[in-house]
């Protein structure tokens, strides 16, 4: 008796085998032809996640790419190790979770250390990142604000994630937090004039809003 789940999107039919049972299971699935190539799926305590939404165009996906060009010139200028944008397969097991960040940092350190491994897919070529990088960065839709701002929350603490970054640009007033881990969980470094510091990076940033050319949104990360 086939007990698959079939998941019915707007867009598509995700099938989830029926032996995908846990971390272990999923990560082996992901390596596997049927594994979906469109939308977001992860593995979070037990539960797969399916994010199947559109992702807007100025508050989600000019977002991304803001922060991936800034940083990942910022890491490559001073040689700090590996920015990665949301193609990224992240695991970490002591937390249970698999999924896709939609930007990681790994320092060198972290590297050398082993504290984050990368991994090479079943038919070659590294596929998949496992361990606790030193910063991820989730920007919040329509379909994800549960799973960022409360789930992933605790998900990255546990994974030992030194900084967890969070941006929701889907209203006027603009919400970028850096949280920080601690013993007791992540603090939000506090603001200066809307400038945020990291431990990570050594730097402080600030996320402006403003207009385009043609009246759309367009958001500038700025780094001192």
Do not use: C
Not at 41 to 55: A, N, P
């Amino acid at each position: 008796m086939n007990t698959n789940l079939t998941v019915l999107t707007e867009d598509q039919e995700v099938n989830i085998p029926s032996w995908v049972v846990d971390l272990v299971s999923f990560r082996r699935w992901s390596d596997q032809e049927d594994f979906p190539d469109t939308g977001r799926i992860g593995y979070i305590r037990g539960k797969v996640w399916l994010d199947m939404g559109k992702e807007q165009l100025f508050t989600h996906i000019q977002v991304k790419d803001e922060f991936t060009e800034v940083l990942r010139r910022l890491v490559r200028k001073n040689k700090l190790g590996l920015y990665f944008s949301d193609g990224l397969f992240l695991t970490n097991v002591p937390a249970d979770i698999s999924g896709n960040p939609d930007g990681t940092f790994i320092s060198n350190e972290s590297l050398a250390t082993a504290r984050v491994r990368l991994l090479e897919g079943a038919k070659g070529g590294y596929t998949e990142v496992e361990g606790s990088p030193d910063m991820v960065l989730e920007v919040v839709s329509r379909s994800s604000v549960r799973k960022d701002t409360k789930v992933l929350h605790e998900v990255y603490w546990d994974a030992g994630i030194q900084e967890y970054w969070l941006v929701d640009a889907r209203k006027p007033a603009l919400r970028f937090d850096i949280f920080r881990h601690t013993a007791k969980g992540y603090v939000s470094s506090p603001k200066q004039a809307g400038w945020l510091n990291s431990k990570v990076f050594g730097k402080s940033f600030r996320l402006a809003q403003s207009k385009g050319p043609m009246g759309y949104p367009k958001f500038t990360l700025k780094i001192r």
